[in-house]
């Protein structure tokens, strides 16, 4: 594998996407959440209620490309979307892209509308979701989020959003000092395929096979993948 791009689909899961999507909402409508919402949370340069805002937004996103028409251009195959921060040589480059700083201030203007608010959007897309997703057809061609007007299958576009959602439920969990819900196993199936790819397109085979299989022999950080 040389590429993103030619990672094979294999796991469409619209179960586990809603699912992990109503694990997220549950956690942010606890306490602990409400208590740090304007704190700093573990992800660099961003409050807990940004990430919280941030993460539970990408329901929106599934359920906009549910609706939306198939756009009439070429179509990439391949988790794309994180290609250019995989190209970075420090994880603190990541600031300053232009999308990093775009997504942490959308995030950041959503949370001040606080807790209660970003928790009854998240569940009026859940509830929209939960009727349109599961008929949808994998292999709608869909516009890529952030890369218009690169387009790509709606299960690619599924596997990404399932992967946020996992990262940042996890993110606002480590914030909070709570426990992070448990992964659905399709749900972390799809996250897994989507960061194992990313990892082998940032680095090696080689490497990422000693990390898995031979600690003592990897080179640090030879794991990442966003």
Not at 47 to 68: D, I, K, M, P, Y
Not at 126 to 149: C, G, S, T
Not at 171 to 182: E, N
């Amino acid at each position: 594998m040389t590429s993103p791009f030619d990672m094979p689909l294999g796991c469409f899961s619209p179960s586990a996407f809603l699912g992990t999507g109503f694990d997220f909402i549950e956690l942010v409508k606890r306490p602990e959440v409400a208590d740090e919402w304007f704190e700093p949370s573990a992800c660099r340069e961003m409050t807990v209620g940004a990430v919280a805002a941030h993460g539970l937004s990408n329901l929106e996103v599934v359920l906009l490309e549910c609706e939306r028409p198939e756009p009439a251009t070429a179509r990439l195959l391949g988790i794309v979307e994180y290609g250019r921060p995989m190209r970075l040589n420090r994880p603190e480059d990541f600031d300053d892209l232009p999308g990093f700083r775009m997504i942490a201030e959308a995030g950041e203007a959503q949370a001040t509308e606080g807790p209660a608010r970003v928790v009854e959007r998240a569940e009026g897309w859940l509830e929209h979701l939960r009727w349109v997703l599961p008929a949808m057809d994998p292999n709608k061609h869909v516009y890529l989020p952030r890369l218009p007007p690169m387009a790509g299958p709606l299960a690619m576009t599924l596997a990404n959003r399932t992967n946020e959602l996992v990262v940042h439920m996890d993110g606002v969990a480590v914030s909070t000092g709570l426990p992070t819900p448990p992964i659905r196993p399709e749900a972390a199936a799809m996250a897994l395929t989507v960061l194992t790819s990313l990892s082998r397109y940032a680095n090696t085979d080689l490497e990422l096979i000693r990390v898995m299989a031979r600690s003592e022999r990897a080179k640090p950080d030879k794991a990442r993948a966003i």
